[in-house]
């Protein structure tokens, strides 16, 4: 079992930064890659970012790369997700996930738990 708790949404202006953190509890945090996904009413979770295990990998959506950086630390069982450059269209319920196969994809249905999510919204 893998427990996930967000937290660093907020109202940000258009151009601003927000650092989103996901802290993990019960199985060993270094096992398993992580991800970021987020969602808006009416349409599907889309993907964001992933990170493999050791933070050595990692992957973005094209709507984002140059823009968010995901991390991680293991000794703080923490995963990051840095968000430069807000914009407008970046407004959403942001979730993190846990994928204990390590496959480091951007298919949701792969990850195994997920957090509760935090709002970000980017006002123009």
């Known amino acids: 079992q893998v427990q996930l708790v967000e937290a660093g949404g907020g109202l940000v202006q258009a151009g601003d930064s927000l650092r989103l953190s996901c802290t993990a509890s019960g199985r060993t945090f270094r096992t398993y890659s992580m991800g970021w996904f987020r969602q808006t009413p009416g349409k599907e979770r889309e993907f964001v970012a992933t990170i493999n295990w050791s933070g050595s990998t990692t992957y973005y959506a094209d709507s984002v790369k140059g823009r968010f950086t995901i991390s991680r630390s293991n000794a703080k069982n923490t995963v990051y997700l840095q968000m430069n450059s807000l914009k407008p269209e970046d407004t959403a319920v942001y979730y993190c996930?846990?994928?204990?196969?390590?496959?480091?994809?951007?298919?949701?249905?792969?990850?195994?738990?997920w957090g509760q999510g935090t709002q970000v919204t980017v006002s123009s």
């Open positions: 996930a846990a994928d204990l196969s390590n496959s480091l994809t951007e298919v949701a249905a792969v990850y195994d738990y």
